[in-house]
């Protein structure tokens, strides 16, 4: 019989605090998460679904229920065997990725009779069906053995950001009508982890408030009925969402001849999904959301933060530390990390990285995924002019960019112009001019050029608020804004220098590049303008 316990073998690959990589259960990754680094794995989304994972076995036997709960085990620096022990113990079957009953994260009604597919339908980065090639060259036909660990990595990863659309049915009980999926909860949203300076910090500074006595219906999926179900189903807390069943699964495998377990093949079935109208707000603590405020009453007023291919997230920060009153909500960890800095559980020279990941989808399909650390402190997530200058810090840089973009059409308009005197009957091609300007590559090297300096903006921003008088405070915050102003104007005038560097070889390309850099100045000059003028949250200090 093929058993492979999560609990007690070695699935979860982790970096110790003295750099060596090797890979843990469930007993040890959280017995001697003050002795890890952090988890390790080429997928950040395989990162995230474990971190959720383990943060929902966590809320289960700690809570917490309040700030000073939380604090004692803060102080404590590790998780107490002796509560997490009996857990394991009562629910040790369930966590065997190969029971017969109750085999982790799938459904036992699944059986050889419902056709399972190669194992390439399990990983994201895996070419299968309209999924295009991120990482390898398998196809639906050729997918590589799983050992029993990397066949549970994907399987957490899979539950927690499987994307709608044509999954399959059960050949046994099911019609081919049964066969579409819908997104997971979190599919699409990016995952925001605060890093500690170990795995037993970082779950902790994501362990945010919650009651186990107050939500009694909030169970994992493991505590819950051994066959999986499927159609539409609310949420009934954030550990339901965090083991998150949304897909039905069975993997099937065989012994290897030096008697490990290899996986080779894996069935997938639509599972359960949320009403398209639930609230994630009080349940979802890791993610950001967008507010859609003129929303029809058929749609969802709301949908997360998502990771885009042409945004760095920086560009998003405010949104995500901050959030935006009637716009966008920053996650719960955010607010909870405030409070324990007011109920004095953590300083107020609290600091910390915040990772962002994610993937970008189209639909079905993962166009790219993307994992991206920005610097937080408490003053950062707390201070109301901290707030105001990060906002208005990248408010600047759009409108500096948009400045760019302009000039870079007009560069692209002179020189395609047919005639150099204008006039309505000789204008260019608007949709020439912008592929030629596009092509330029400006704005690409303008966000490039910015992202160093916006982590030491940020920085520098979150330091000032460690200053004791708040003359000090304002002076250098104002300071941190000046030199990223200067960054700013500087990165755009260099993008546009370099972009329009191949065009000056004729009298053409010369007047074209001479009229359109004079454009430019004007633009930048204007944008400044109107930061000094008040317009901005930022020209209230000047």
């Known amino acids: 019989m093929l058993t492979f316990s999560l609990i007690r073998e070695s699935w979860i690959c982790c970096v110790r605090m003295d750099g060596q990589v090797r890979s843990v259960g469930l007993t040890e990754a959280l017995a001697s998460a003050h002795e890890i680094s952090e988890l390790a794995d080429e997928s950040p989304l395989v990162v995230a679904s474990l971190h959720r994972l383990l943060l929902a076995i966590l809320h289960r036997n700690f809570g917490p229920p309040d700030t000073e709960t939380w604090g004692a085990l803060w102080r404590h620096g590790c998780f107490p065997a002796d509560i997490l022990e009996p857990y394991w113990k009562r629910w040790e079957s369930h966590f065997d990725l190969f029971h017969d009953t109750h085999p982790f994260y799938q459904s036992s009604a699944i059986t050889e009779n419902d056709e399972p597919r190669t194992t390439g339908i399990l990983e994201f980065h895996r070419s299968s069906g309209n999924n295009a090639t991120l990482a390898d060259h398998t196809t639906d036909e050729r997918s590589p053995m799983m050992t029993s660990a990397e066949a549970a990595r994907a399987l957490v990863a899979h539950q927690t950001f499987a994307l709608g659309g044509t999954v399959g049915y059960l050949k046994s009980c099911e019609k081919d009508a049964d066969k579409r999926g819908s997104d997971a909860p979190s599919a699409r949203g990016a995952v925001c982890l605060l890093r500690g300076t170990n795995l037993f910090q970082?779950?902790?500074?994501?362990?945010?408030?919650?009651?186990?006595?107050?939500?009694?219906?909030?169970?994992?999926?493991?505590?819950?009925?051994?066959?999986?179900?499927?159609?539409?189903?609310?949420?009934?807390?954030?550990?339901?969402?965090?083991?998150?069943?949304?897909?039905?699964?069975?993997?099937?495998?065989?012994?290897?001849?030096?008697?490990?377990?290899?996986?080779?093949?894996?069935?997938?079935?639509?599972?359960?999904?949320?009403?398209?109208?639930?609230?994630?707000?009080?349940?979802?603590?890791?993610?950001?959301?967008?507010l859609k405020r003129e929303a029809k009453p058929e749609e969802r007023p709301w949908f997360q933060y998502r990771i885009t291919p042409e945004r760095a997230v920086w560009r998003d920060s405010s949104a995500i530390i901050h959030?935006?009153?009637?716009?966008?909500?920053?996650?719960?960890?955010?607010?909870?990390?405030?409070?324990?800095?007011?109920?004095?559980?953590?300083?107020?020279?609290?600091?910390?990285?915040l990772e962002v990941l994610g993937f970008a989808t189209d639909q079905q399909k993962v166009k790219m995924w993307r994992r991206e650390q920005l610097a937080i402190t408490a003053g950062l997530l707390r201070d109301q002019r901290c707030r105001e200058l990060l906002r208005s810090a990248l408010k600047h840089s759009d409108d500096n960019a948009f400045?760019?973009?302009?000039?870079t059409e007009r560069l692209a308009a002179e020189i395609l112009s047919p005639a150099l005197e204008q006039n309505t009957a000789n204008k260019p091609d608007p949709t020439r001019v912008k592929q030629?300007?596009?092509?330029?590559?400006?704005?690409?090297?303008?966000?490039?050029?910015?992202?160093?300096?916006?982590?030491?903006?940020?920085?520098?921003?979150?330091?000032?608020?460690?200053?004791?008088?708040?003359?000090?405070?304002?002076?250098?915050?104002?300071?941190?804004?000046?030199?990223?102003?200067?960054?700013?104007?500087?990165?755009?005038?260099?993008?546009?220098?370099?972009?329009?560097?191949?065009?000056?070889?004729?009298?053409?390309?010369?007047?074209?590049?001479?009229?359109?850099?004079?454009?430019?100045?004007?633009?930048?000059?204007?944008?400044?303008?109107k930061l000094i003028g008040g317009d901005d949250a930022a020209g209230k200090t000047k």
Request: proline share 5%; glycine share 6%; hydrophobic share 40%.
């Open 202 to 290: 970082t779950l902790m500074l994501n362990l945010a408030e919650y009651d186990p006595a107050e939500h009694p219906k909030d169970l994992p999926c493991w505590e819950r009925a051994p066959s999986q179900g499927k159609g539409e189903r609310t949420p009934d807390g954030r550990v339901d969402l965090f083991t998150w069943q949304s897909r039905r699964c069975r993997l099937f495998g065989s012994c290897a001849p030096d008697g490990s377990i290899q996986v080779d093949r894996v069935k997938l079935v639509p599972g359960f999904h949320a009403p398209l109208l639930w609230s994630p707000f009080r349940d979802e603590s890791l993610q950001s959301f967008i």
């Open 323 to 353: 959030g935006i009153e009637g716009e966008k909500r920053r996650t719960l960890t955010f607010d909870w990390i405030a409070q324990l800095v007011v109920d004095g559980e953590l300083p107020i020279a609290f600091n910390s990285r």
């Open 403 to 407: 400045a760019l973009t302009t000039t």
């Open 436 to 529: 030629l300007a596009r092509s330029f590559g400006a704005e690409i090297q303008y966000w490039s050029a910015l992202s160093i300096p916006f982590y030491q903006f940020l920085e520098s921003l979150g330091g000032s608020q460690l200053l004791r008088h708040e003359e000090e405070r304002d002076s250098a915050s104002s300071g941190s804004f000046d030199v990223w102003k200067r960054h700013v104007r500087t990165s755009a005038l260099d993008a546009f220098t370099r972009a329009s560097s191949g065009v000056t070889q004729n009298v053409r390309g010369l007047r074209a590049h001479a009229i359109a850099e004079t454009e430019l100045r004007r633009r930048l000059a204007a944008v400044a303008q």
